[in-house]
């Protein structure tokens, strides 16, 4: 089976950096469309940039980034960078942001959307801007990074 017939080739080698290079220009050099490789280092993520590697994947990074967004606010779920300067984050309504949409104003605010809502088990999608959002409701949101780090100073205080 060759490389070329494989959408993405991901190589995770973690501690021998000298394989985890040699694995990636094999699989460039065999007609991999997409290679992913993993680094533990900014150094390494650079380096197998240069080889070839299509997107390098830093877990251990991306990790510690996530714990210290979710410590630094305790009602951000989640959040997810998309790679163009936004990020989607999941945040848990509290009384700060309970009330409807239209007077509340997030993207006039924040320069965040709502892209859902969920509640008791039902989602609402896109939902309109008579829509309340209540405590305890469970909301997604889009925005640019600098708008979503305006959102969770807001909410830390």
Do not use: W
Not at 23 to 39: D, E, M, N, P, R
């Amino acid at each position: 089976i060759g490389c070329s017939n494989f959408d993405a080739i991901i190589i995770a080698i973690g501690e021998n950096f000298e394989a985890n290079i040699l694995a990636t220009v094999a699989a460039k050099s065999l007609g991999a469309q997409h290679v992913i490789s993993k680094a533990k280092d900014l150094l390494s993520a650079r380096v197998l940039e240069r080889i070839g590697a299509d997107m390098v994947i830093r877990p251990e990074h991306d990790m510690g980034v996530r714990l210290a967004g979710q410590l630094s606010s305790p009602t951000v779920i989640d959040a997810l960078e998309m790679g163009d300067g936004h990020e989607v984050i999941e945040v848990e309504i509290s009384a700060k942001l309970c009330g409807r949409l239209a007077e509340l104003r997030l993207p006039n605010r924040f320069g965040v959307q709502v892209i859902t809502v969920s509640r008791n088990g039902e989602i609402t999608v896109s939902p309109h801007a008579d829509f309340v959002l209540q405590d305890g409701d469970m909301v997604l949101l889009v925005g640019h990074s600098e708008a979503i780090d305006k959102l969770r100073t807001y909410l830390a205080d």
